[in-house]
């Protein structure tokens, strides 16, 4: 039972740079979200999908794009790379009714040069 | 706005040292309150889902409590492998996607 797989778990970029992470989730969960996290700001919401085709912006969506074209898969992308976007970089998933918990994969830690 | 405060920021505990940790929230209507364990490297865990004041919920060496404005994680007894950071998240009754909003997190280190 893998759970939520994140790949990859490393990377180290170029300022304007573009890449792509992956989430892969095999709970058959409807909701996935993709969160940054940096020291002493917690966990932040950058974009979110509520099912195959439909994604939304959370908090912090400026710099990404999401796709959302299987179900199981939840893209993150960078268009440009910015030193800003330095961060570690979490996919969650959850099952769609309240007070589901969240289930999250162990991280892509992104380095922007 | 929906905020949620962690204290203190880090905590160092003997073994076999109890203590407890807080999480205070401000929520338009609370649906659920989620404390977490993330250890070095790793995605948050999930622990407990706390609903209503006077709920409580225990596992191992952990016990999460809530009130309508705090909740705490009490930790009995602890040893070194208990020691993570331990996130606090809450969800809004008005929200449509399951939005959490997560505090900061409690670093925990016990030492033997």
């Known amino acids: 039972n893998a759970g939520v797989t994140q790949t990859p778990k490393f990377r180290v970029l170029k300022t304007g740079q573009s890449m792509t992470l992956l989430c892969a989730q095999d709970?058959?969960?409807?909701?996935m979200y993709w969160y940054r996290q940096d020291p002493g700001m917690g966990l932040r919401l950058i974009h979110y999908s509520v099912g195959e085709g439909t994604t939304a912006k959370g908090e912090v969506p400026d710099g990404y794009n999401v796709s959302r074209l299987k179900k199981q898969n939840f893209l993150l992308g960078l268009e440009s790379a910015a030193p800003s976007q330095t961060s570690v970089y979490f996919c969650?998933?959850?099952?769609?009714?309240?007070?589901?918990?969240?289930?999250f994969g162990d991280g892509t830690r992104l380095s922007i040069l | 706005e929906d905020q949620v405060t962690q204290s203190p920021e880090a905590l160092r505990l003997q073994e076999g040292e109890s203590s407890s940790l807080n999480c205070s929230y401000t929520v338009s209507g609370l649906r659920g309150l989620f404390w977490y364990r993330q250890d070095p490297g790793k995605g948050p865990e999930f622990l407990f889902t706390?609903?209503?004041a006077g709920e409580e919920k225990e596992k191992e060496r952990l016990k999460a409590t809530l009130t309508k404005k705090e909740s705490f994680l009490h930790i009995t007894a602890p040893k070194p492998e208990d020691s993570a950071t331990y996130l606090c998240a809450v969800q809004a009754a008005n929200t449509g996607f399951q939005k959490l909003v997560f505090g900061t997190g409690t670093r925990l280190l016990v030492s033997p």
């Open positions: 706390l609903y209503s």
């Open positions: 709970m058959n969960h409807e909701y």
């Open positions: 969650a998933s959850t099952k769609r009714g309240s007070n589901q918990p969240q289930h």
